[in-house]
């Protein structure tokens, strides 16, 4: 079973169903509900999505989307060895730095994002939600 950290850009295109990225993004939430890979998110990516969908959807849709996350994924928690080690690495963004960190300390099999070009140096095989539905497919 594959283990996997959702970047934040994934929640955001499922759950706000932002186009043109909602299609891949949508059947990878439902083929975590289904079982089929564990779905993992960090703790700080949950202030950003709050902030983001409130932006952009309104409060309400914004909640929604917490519980959403809250319910139905895993939370891998930040804390100071993960936000150290995020400021050791090569990448240029400390965001993803830190879900690479976090990834790391739950020993994920992968992160999925749209944002590969964020990831790279990352030890971590990066996937888009596109490659990571091509992925689950040829291991059913």
């Given at each position: 079973m594959i283990h996997?950290?959702?970047?934040?850009?994934?929640?955001?295109?499922?759950?706000?169903?932002?186009?043109p990225w909602s299609s891949d993004a949508k059947a990878l939430w439902q083929i975590q509900n289904?079982?089929?890979?564990?779905a993992y998110i960090t703790a700080t990516s949950l202030t950003d999505i709050f902030y983001l969908g409130r932006r952009l959807a309104g409060l309400e849709k914004a909640w929604q989307v917490i519980h959403a996350?809250?319910?139905?994924?895993?939370?891998?928690?930040?804390?100071?060895?993960?936000?150290?080690l995020a400021t050791t690495m090569e990448g240029s963004d400390f965001e993803d730095n830190l879900q690479v960190a976090c990834a790391m300390s739950r020993q994920l099999d992968v992160i999925v994002t749209r944002?590969?070009?964020?990831?790279?140096?990352?030890?971590?095989?990066?996937?888009?939600?596109?490659?990571?539905?091509l992925r689950l497919s040829k291991d059913n």
């Open positions: 996997a950290l959702l970047d934040t850009n994934v929640i955001l295109d499922a759950l706000l169903e932002r186009r289904n079982e089929q890979f564990f996350s809250l319910d139905q994924l895993f939370i891998v928690p930040v804390g100071i060895n993960e936000l150290r944002n590969l070009s964020g990831f790279t140096g990352s030890n971590i095989p990066i996937l888009t939600p596109q490659q990571m539905l």
